[in-house]
């Protein structure tokens, strides 16, 4: 016998709960790193063709949505040993380097 | 949506040709005023003898409006794809057929040129109506105002959902009418070819009593099958229903015989359920249709009427077993596609809509992904009766504008209202599968955008709880967060996920091939799938799709080349040592096609779409040639793109040249050989997905690769050298055609040498001359950058081929077509509409 599936909605919306956050090249979004100017500046110095991508109009809506790590098709510096560098400065920042949300 | 609405939700779905037996016979009174007389019924066509107008109009929303000098036309009508003005002789002129250079949606909407336009209709109805009339528009692009003798009935923003108005309080009963529609696409607001003005069909519902069954009140749902048959629910809302009245739902088989039926007394809602015996189940390879017929009535009158097709099919996901259709495993073959009609525009058609699911169909595709909004019931209708599965998608934008004048602008007012008419007039094809709300949206992983994510999923799995909601995400998901018992999906409160897909049962990923694996270890029970991905990547996509059951399929970016997003599947020549430079992503004027389709702007077959042949088992063997560059150069894709190769040995001018072969096979060795010689062997190794190059010397004459597995040929395929060009060939896809207005007849056009074979590098002016009751309403080719117009009697072939379409004038009889052109044979074809 098959029994056809059912997705019921659900009672009402409550926020869902932030998980700890530590920032990096693979769970911070481009945003994330633009709204910590130190962070930003490690970015951009191990990889500074990132600046033209995230100041095109057409990638300006997106920047939530990409990681750096999205976009390495377009950066031909960006290689595993560039990230590594730029994640172990990252870790280094303060805690309070927390991205806006 | 604004104004004076039906309630969309609340009305019938009145698919295309659904009770058109109830007729409207135009009136041929003033010749300058087209007027049509409606009789009682639903779904009456309402597609003829509107006038049109481009550009502004001052007043001609009200009845005494002279209108005699616009222009009459029928619907389905786009007027972007329209000349702008003659064709110029200068190569450089800025406008070329109905493209502009300055048009303001530039590359994204492919040059062409939106606008204000206006249509108005005359019409009358015999005997008045008691009850209550109603008109139906299946989609305006966009932004229209509609007024019924000078009230205004109502404004919508959406181009693509359906929308009715009450025209019952503003009727002038017996007498003339004068319905009037105002149509802006203005501004930046459209990432692709959107088409302008009444672009779908438009049918009135003339009912002869207040009470009615509801607009879209019919809903099927197939709880279970098994035990020699298949238990269906039947709901079916009924407005101002008043004391006995009864509903009477039927179910037919394909062959017409009554398997089902029942009769309850009439409430604001009911629901019947009912037990159909030994069920043929629809699936993508048997696609059967049931029909249910809904009938409204008091004691043997029927008041209302509502035909239904139904599929009986279960469909389940899980990250286990992957997806299942009647419980056998499936993958979601699948393509991406916008909703114009190449060298028709964005104009509805039927026929065209048929033939780009036959298309899809003969290219092995099961599933497609219209983008990223509600298609035409004629196009989910067609998908139903070929079993093409379809991820139904709404919204390319929510709050956030990826262009100026875009749909984020009306979001907040409308979504729920343009959401509810996606599903709820959609909610009855078998074909739909699942639902996504959304594109890569901009705010998707910021607190509001996950709000809205719930909201959106939430109401959609209270319109239609038997059908999973995805999305489709690119980039990064974003953090991870929990939701709680209140908001979770069942099952899942209290587990951690990402916020672009915490509320989302099935997730689509963009282009994130190289995400699958590692998130499917983060994410065990998370099904995925690719809602896009480059064309390039399909061995590679497939190859991890068969292993993987919880990966259900991938979706090329796209199936079809369409218009707009101009070039962004181009290939482009750079010198040799640029070629690992960052690919070009968008095309410059004259560029107007994306050009990432599998299948090209009039139907024929691309490279990418031969190597997908043989990852999906269409074919065991496919070859292209890649098209000699001049010295020093090579040819670099874009992401969407695809080398310039073509299946063919004929490159005049590169005698002696070595050229790239590749070859796309199942086999695991492969032979070349030129003119019967043997140039080499090779073999397919797992790692090379299917594809392997060889370097062969161009020489006239044969180029033949056999392809072998296990020591055993298991097929051959043969590129021959083609002749001068000699003649044109016409050859119409069918030898019948309908005679409606609503019928189109598609008549291929080709460049061929001596032998019959056609020239595939052919570039001819050809003059069409038509005689016989078909206008010629498109004519063109392929080519991705703008040449010209597509609807004059002449064009230039591209590839060796064009396209010319026909629209029957509405009587039978016999259409005569010839072509010509200068220093060939003509060709020539006839059919019979009948």
Same mark, same amino acid.
């Given at each position: 016998m098959l029994i056809a599936p059912c997705y019921p909605p659900a009672v009402a919306f409550e926020q869902p709960v932030s998980a700890p956050y530590v920032l990096s090249l693979e769970t911070a979004s481009l945003a994330d790193l633009m709204s910590v100017p130190a962070a930003w500046a490690i970015v951009l110095r191990h990889l500074p063709s990132l600046q033209p991508i995230v100041s095109a109009p057409m990638m300006k809506p997106h920047l939530g949505n990409f990681t750096v790590h999205s976009l390495a098709a377009f950066?031909?510096?960006?290689?595993p040993e560039v990230y590594a560098a730029i994640d172990e400065e990252l870790a280094r920042l303060?805690?309070?380097?927390e991205p806006r949300r | 949506m604004r104004g004076m609405l039906v309630d969309r939700r609340e009305v019938l779905l009145a698919t295309a040709g659904a009770a058109s037996a109830l007729l409207i016979s135009p009136s041929r009174g003033r010749a300058m005023q087209a007027k049509e007389r409606a009789r009682t019924?639903?779904?009456? !066509?309402? /597609?003829?003898?509107w006038r049109f107008r481009r550009g502004e109009v001052e007043?001609?929303? =009200? +009845?005494?409006?002279?209108?005699?000098a616009w222009r009459k036309i029928d619907l !389905?009508? /786009?007027?972007?794809?329209?000349?702008?003005?003659?064709?110029?002789?200068?190569?450089? =002129? +800025?406008?070329r057929g109905p493209f502009?250079?300055?048009?303001?949606?530039?590359?994204a909407t492919g040059f062409t040129v939106g606008g204000e336009g206006w249509y108005r209709k005359r019409f009358s109805l015999r005997?008045?109506?008691?009850g209550r009339v109603e008109i139906l528009f299946e989609?305006?692009?966009?932004d229209s105002d509609v007024w019924l003798n000078g009230h205004h009935l109502g404004a919508h923003v959406c181009g693509y959902t359906p929308f009715a108005y009450d025209l019952t309080p503003h009727l002038a009963a017996g007498a003339d009418n004068v319905l009037a529609v105002r149509v802006r696409n203005l501004?930046?607001?459209?990432?692709?070819?959107?088409?302008?003005?009444?672009?779908r069909h438009v049918w009135l519902d003339v009912l002869p009593e207040p009470a009615r069954i509801a607009r879209w009140g019919v809903g099927i749902v197939v709880r279970r099958i098994g035990d020699g048959g298949a238990d269906v629910e039947i709901s079916t809302r009924v407005q101002q229903?008043?004391?006995g009245l009864t509903v009477l739902s039927r179910v037919r088989d394909e062959r017409g015989r009554v398997v089902a039926e029942g009769t309850v007394a009439a409430a604001a809602q009911v629901t019947q359920s009912m037990r159909i015996p030994s069920p043929r189940l629809w699936s993508p390879d048997d696609p059967t249709l049931y029909m249910l017929e809904s009938q409204l009535r008091r004691g043997a009158v029927v008041l209302d009427r509502a035909s239904t097709p139904l599929g009986i099919r279960i469909v389940t996901f899980d990250a286990q077993r992957g997806m299942a259709i009647n419980g056998v495993p499936t993958k979601l073959r699948g393509g991406c596609i916008h909703h114009d009609n190449g060298?028709?525009?964005?104009?509805?058609?039927d026929a065209a809509e048929e033939r780009k699911v036959q298309l899809l169909k003969a290219r092995g595709f099961n599933a497609v992904r219209p983008s990223h909004n509600l298609f035409s019931p004629a196009f989910l209708g067609a998908c139903d009766r070929h079993g093409l599965m379809v991820v139904e998608e709404t919204f390319?934008?929510?709050?956030?504008?990826?262009?100026?004048?875009?749909?984020a602008a009306d979001f907040d007012q409308d979504w729920r209202d343009d959401l509810a008419a996606m599903v709820q007039s959609?909610?009855?094809?078998?074909?739909?599968?699942m639902w996504s709300i959304?594109?890569?949206?901009?705010?998707?992983?910021t607190p509001s955008g996950v709000e809205t994510q719930w909201r959106l999923a939430n109401e959609v799995h209270a319109l239609d709880p038997t059908r999973p909601v995805t999305a489709a995400i690119n980039g990064f998901a974003g953090r991870l967060v929990t939701p709680s018992a209140n908001t979770a999906?069942?099952?899942?409160?209290?587990i951690a996920d990402q916020t672009s897909v915490v509320f989302l049962d099935l997730v689509g990923y963009n282009y994130k091939l190289a995400d699958y694996e590692s998130d499917h270890r983060r994410f065990p029970s998370r099904v995925l799938f690719g809602t896009e991905s480059f064309p390039k990547d399909v061995a590679a996509i497939w190859d991890l799709t068969e292993r993987s059951?919880?990966?259900?399929g991938d979706f090329v970016w796209t199936a079809m080349d369409y218009l707009?997003?101009?070039?962004?599947?181009a290939s482009t020549l750079v010198s040799a040592d640029a070629a690992g430079s960052p690919r070009p992503q968008m095309g410059a004027?004259?560029?107007?096609?994306?050009?990432?389709?599998?299948?090209?702007?009039?139907g024929q077959q691309k490279a990418p779409s031969r190597a997908r042949d043989v990852v999906w088992g269409v074919s065991a063997l496919e070859m292209g040639v890649q098209r000699p560059a001049p010295e020093g150069k090579v040819d670099l894709p874009a992401l969407w793109g695809w080398h310039d190769?073509?299946?063919?040995?004929s490159w005049p001018g590169a005698e002696g040249r070595a050229l790239t072969v590749r070859i796309y096979t199942s086999g695991d060795q492969v032979e070349l050989r030129l003119n019967e010689r043997l140039l080499d062997r090779k073999a397919v190794a797992a790692a090379d997905l299917k594809r392997i190059e060889f370097t062969a010397p161009y020489e006239p004459g044969v180029l033949e690769a056999i392809a072998f597995r296990e020591g055993r040929e298991i097929a051959r395929k043969r590129l021959s050298t083609v002749g001068a060009p000699a003649a044109i060939r016409l050859t119409p896809e069918r030898p019948m055609g309908g005679r409606s207005r609503g019928d189109l007849s598609y008549v291929a056009v080709e460049i061929v040498d001596g032998a019959g074979?056609?020239?595939?590098?052919a570039s001819r002016r050809v003059e069409l001359k038509i005689a016989g009751p078909a206008q010629l309403i498109a004519f063109g080719s392929a080519?991705?950058?703008?040449?010209?117009?597509?609807?004059?009697f002449t064009a230039r072939t591209w590839s060796g081929r064009a396209l010319a379409i026909l629209r029957a004038r509405g009587h039978a009889g016999r259409v005569e077509l010839e072509a010509s052109a200068e220093g060939l044979r003509a060709g020539s074809a006839g059919l019979h509409l009948a």
């Open positions: 950066m031909p510096g960006a290689k303060p805690q309070a380097a | 019924g639903r779904g009456q !066509p309402f /597609d003829l003898d007043g001609a929303q =009200a +009845p005494g409006f002279d209108d005699g !389905p009508h /786009d007027w972007s794809i329209e000349d702008l003005q003659p064709q110029p002789s200068d190569p450089e =002129a +800025p406008i502009d250079r300055n048009a303001i949606g530039g590359t005997p008045p109506p008691k989609g305006v692009y966009m501004g930046q607001n459209s990432r692709w070819y959107s088409g302008s003005g009444i672009y229903h008043g004391a060298l028709l525009g964005a104009a509805a058609f390319d934008v929510w709050r956030e504008h990826k262009r100026p004048e875009d749909y959609a909610r009855n094809h078998p074909s739909i599968i959304g594109n890569e949206i901009p705010e998707r992983n999906r069942a099952g899942f409160a209290g059951p919880w990966l259900i707009g997003e101009a070039g962004i599947g004027w004259p560029w107007v096609n994306a050009f990432c389709g599998d299948i090209d702007l009039i190769e073509q299946a063919s040995w074979r056609t020239v595939l590098d080519n991705p950058v703008a040449v010209g117009s597509y609807q004059s």
